[in-house]
């Protein structure tokens, strides 16, 4: 209860907006460029890329040009002197739509081990994780408030990543996304806080993978 109300805090007092999951696809106008690929549409504007959601992605932001080191559901793997392992992946349930979102969202949760093997103490959080790709379309997905309360109500035996770990610490936690609800395929990266490290490890989630969250 301690980490989700300060992460609830955290989000409260920067009001921050996050957009998860994907609209109607939108048409290219104007004189921008569309690019292609098997099933959605991308516009170029002077920012960045525009997605059928009208968000921008920046050309750094882009899953291509970010340096990305391949993961495995349930194997442990190693970032910038930081062991993590997601060990299953939950439905957290439904987000209607409503006034902010007109499409029903999905809590998908990650259940993570994370030990920090360095010599100085690493933050752990759920920022540390952001969703690249949905079925192939470029986003930026976060934690946001209504995925960590929908999150709340599901899982009660363990708390979301919010910890500072001493070195040879570990801890077990969770990090939730809310997503559209008919996703087929997430492209998750992870990339440690504080570090120097560019690279991200990045994990491919399918539909399969997911799992009822067990309730305790």
Same mark, same amino acid.
């Given at each position: 209860?301690?980490?989700?109300?300060?992460?609830?805090?955290?989000?409260?007092?920067?009001?921050?907006?996050?957009?998860?999951?994907?609209?109607?696809?939108?048409?290219?106008?104007?004189?921008? #460029?569309?690019?292609? &690929?098997?099933? @959605?549409?991308?516009? !170029?504007?002077?920012?960045? +890329?525009?997605?059928?959601?009208?968000?921008?992605?920046?050309?750094?932001?882009?899953?291509?040009?970010?340096?990305?080191?391949?993961?495995?559901?349930?194997?442990?793997?190693?970032?910038?002197?930081?062991?993590?392992?997601?060990?299953?992946?939950?439905?957290?349930?439904? #987000?209607?739509?409503? &006034?902010?979102? @007109?499409?029903?969202? !999905?809590?998908?949760?990650? +259940?993570?081990?994370?030990?920090?093997?360095?010599?100085?103490?690493?933050?752990?959080?759920?920022?540390?994780?952001?969703?690249?790709?949905?079925?192939?379309?470029?986003?930026?997905?976060?934690?946001?408030?209504?995925?960590?309360?929908?999150?709340?109500?599901?899982?009660?035996?363990?708390?979301?990543?919010?910890?500072?770990?001493?070195?040879?610490?570990?801890?077990?936690?969770?990090?939730?996304?809310?997503?559209?609800?008919?996703?087929?395929?997430?492209?998750?990266?992870?990339?440690?806080?504080?570090?120097?490290?560019?690279?991200?490890?990045?994990?491919?989630?399918?539909?399969?993978?997911?799992?009822?969250?067990?309730?305790?």
């Amino acid at each position: 209860m301690k980490n989700i109300k300060m992460l609830l805090a955290v989000l409260s007092s920067a009001t921050l907006v996050f957009a998860g999951g994907c609209g109607e696809k939108q048409g290219s106008t104007g004189n921008n #460029i569309v690019y292609y &690929d098997s099933s @959605n549409s991308y516009s !170029q504007s002077a920012e960045g +890329v525009e997605n059928s959601r009208g968000e921008i992605i920046r050309e750094e932001e882009k899953p291509e040009n970010i340096p990305t080191i391949p993961a495995n559901i349930g194997e442990k793997s190693e970032i910038a002197g930081m062991d993590l392992k997601i060990t299953n992946v939950y439905d957290a349930g439904i #987000i209607e739509a409503d &006034d902010t979102a @007109n499409y029903d969202k !999905q809590v998908v949760v990650l +259940v993570c081990e994370v030990t920090n093997n360095t010599d100085t103490e690493q933050l752990v959080n759920v920022f540390d994780f952001k969703v690249k790709l949905i079925d192939g379309e470029y986003t930026d997905i976060i934690t946001d408030l209504s995925a960590l309360t929908q999150a709340q109500k599901e899982i009660s035996n363990m708390e979301s990543l919010n910890v500072t770990l001493q070195p040879g610490e570990a801890v077990t936690g969770y990090a939730p996304f809310a997503v559209y609800s008919r996703w087929e395929s997430l492209s998750v990266y992870y990339q440690p806080s504080k570090t120097d490290s560019e690279e991200v490890l990045a994990f491919e989630i399918t539909k399969d993978m997911v799992e009822a969250t067990p309730h305790n």
